[in-house]
């Protein structure tokens, strides 16, 4: 049956902002007057007087840093159009200058943002009520004719590496019933409507209508009603924002951030410590013991809902990096055989990545998501290293002999990738086949070419921002079908049409507790034929500098929004 939810309006950026302290600090004639005319002995009054200059120098240290906050971050955005790409780096940064329609908080549960309340008239019909009084950064008001626009546009940004075609696929029509109320006719039942759309960024039909991606980029078209606004953005080099004073939340708490992209760990880790940033992401697990010992900073960790794992050419008859030994074309693509897929899994050491290249951050993964989400199977478990069954498997599948595979992945999307990478082209070759390389490339390179299917076996991830496993499953293990909105990260091409047939009823279920049980035998499916190798949920590291604190969360976002002046 449908039912109605309505939701309060809280604030979604945390308690109140702490404002910058203004005025002029005291330090002026008065104090030195007093000091002169005073008849307390001389060493009185200088002991005084260091006292508060060493008050006052603090103070004023503290205003600065309140002020202005400098983030140092591992990777920088493909662009600035916030419906460009759904990828981490990019929501990052678009969660700054651009909200949506419902928010997820640090534990990937959801709030309302731009909508108030939505409600299920019947089961292909939502009503979604907008919150009044929001303006753009260009003082326009939002209406509904700006969510209909924005969610139309993000079925066909150009170039996409990671597009939100799947947000809006369920959606067959959108009526503005009022300047507030928007009305969503389905395709069919679709009981988790609010998370699919509400995750999508809403842009003004005003200022976007019409533009490219290259608008947003330059800041002309770069008009959203987040907390901060576009000032300047320098490709490789830093992000400058400024605070959005139509902003309908909390003030932000800084009135100048600058992002500087610093994909070096080395580097990055530097910059924190000589003071440069106020801030950083991507610390490495191995360099969290040093940032505390520093006495300068404190790090904040959590772990993550996003799975790392490697993705197999399974779809295509041939492939473009699988050979046979001696480096010749093959007849055949082994990574279509089940069992082929299933004994590169078992030739891959989880625990053994975990411990030695991640210094123990992360857990070892063999579904989607973690436990504690929806839909999360108790019984699909991570596959153990078994090299003898590996080897039994191969021989089984008629690849006894090996063959040649090429293992691409990123080299500064999460930490320690091309690390390993590296480490499962050595343990893949440990197990019979030959590495004939592994190739990591800057991400921005790498996630274009990976979506255009150019790889055979290649490392990825994807990053959960919901309470359960449906976007992920939808989005990472549907087959592909553009028009519906399925399979927009299936860069693998995967299909199983018993998965599809099972998913296709958990997203139709109303019930909670059903539709988690039907994400759960979907989750069996697909995992059962290693429609992907799932490798790690990573726990992962933030640094801030004495004076600033951090909310680590879920969703692996570095905001503004989540730092603060220590209190």
Do not use: C
């Amino acid at each position: 049956m449908p039912t109605r939810t309505t939701h309060p309006s809280p604030s979604l950026r945390g308690g109140e902002a702490d404002e910058a302290i203004q005025g002029p600090v005291r330090t002026g004639p008065g104090l030195l007057r007093y000091a002169r005319n005073d008849g307390v002995g001389k060493r009185r009054i200088g002991a005084l007087l260091a006292t508060i200059a060493t008050v006052l120098t603090l103070g004023s240290t503290s205003f600065a840093q309140a002020a202005d906050l400098t983030i140092g971050t591992a990777t920088e955005p493909s662009a600035i159009d916030p419906q460009f790409s759904r990828t981490g780096n990019n929501q990052s940064i678009s969660q700054h200058m651009f909200d949506r329609l419902v928010q997820t908080d640090e534990n990937l549960q959801v709030q309302p943002a731009l909508a108030l309340s939505w409600t299920s008239v019947d089961p292909t019909t939502w009503e979604v009520k907008l919150r009044p009084g929001v303006k753009f950064s260009d003082g326009s008001d939002l209406t509904a004719d700006d969510v209909i626009f924005s969610l139309d546009r993000a079925k066909s940004v150009p170039n996409s590496p990671a597009p939100f075609t799947g947000a809006v696929g369920s959606i067959a029509e959108m009526t503005a019933v009022d300047p507030l109320t928007i009305r969503f006719k389905t395709k069919a039942p679709t009981p988790q409507f609010i998370e699919q759309v509400g995750l999508v960024y809403i842009v003004s039909k005003k200022a976007s209508e019409g533009k490219a991606t290259s608008d947003f980029n330059s800041g002309a078209a770069a008009i959203g009603t987040g907390p901060y606004v576009f000032k300047q953005w320098v490709p490789g080099d830093r992000l400058v924002l400024a605070p959005n004073p139509h902003y309908w939340g909390d003030k932000p708490a800084f009135d100048n951030v600058t992002i500087k992209f610093i994909s070096n760990d080395a580097a990055r880790m530097a910059a924190l410590l000589s003071g440069s940033v106020d801030l950083i992401d991507g610390v490495p697990p191995n360099d969290v013991a040093t940032v505390e010992s520093s006495g300068k900073a404190k790090v904040y960790s959590t772990t993550s809902g996003r799975l790392i794992y490697l993705a197999l050419d399974s779809a295509r008859d041939k492939s473009p990096f699988v050979t046979a030994k001696d480096g010749q074309p093959l007849a055949a693509n082994p990574l279509k055989d089940k069992r082929v897929r299933l004994a590169i899994s078992k030739l891959i050491n989880r625990d053994l990545i975990i411990q030695r290249l991640l210094n123990g951050s992360g857990t070892p993964a063999g579904q989607i998501v973690p436990e504690g989400l929806g839909g999360y199977a108790a019984d699909v478990k991570p596959e153990a290293y078994d090299a003898a069954g590996a080897k039994a498997l191969l021989a089984d599948s008629g690849y006894g002999d090996g063959f040649g595979l090429t293992v691409h992945s990123s080299n500064d999307r999460f930490a320690g990738d091309a690390d390993i990478a590296q480490a499962i082209g050595q343990m893949l070759a440990r197990g019979g086949l030959k590495i004939n390389g592994v190739v990591t490339q800057p991400y921005n390179v790498y996630a274009g070419t990976a979506s255009k299917q150019e790889y055979s076996a290649f490392i990825f991830s994807f990053g959960n921002s919901n309470s359960n496993s449906a976007n992920a499953l939808t989005n990472v293990l549907a087959t592909y079908d553009k028009e519906a909105g399925k399979g927009a990260f299936n860069r693998a091409r995967y299909s199983n049409p018993e998965f599809d047939a099972v998913l296709k009823q958990a997203l139709a279920e109303f019930d909670e507790a059903k539709r988690n049980q039907l994400l759960e035998q979907a989750a069996q499916i697909g995992f059962g034929d290693v429609g992907i190798v799932p490798l790690y949920f990573p726990t992962v590291h933030w640094a801030a500098r004495n004076g600033i604190s951090y909310r680590a969360n879920k969703n692996e976002w570095t905001l503004a929004t989540y730092a603060e002046a220590a209190k």
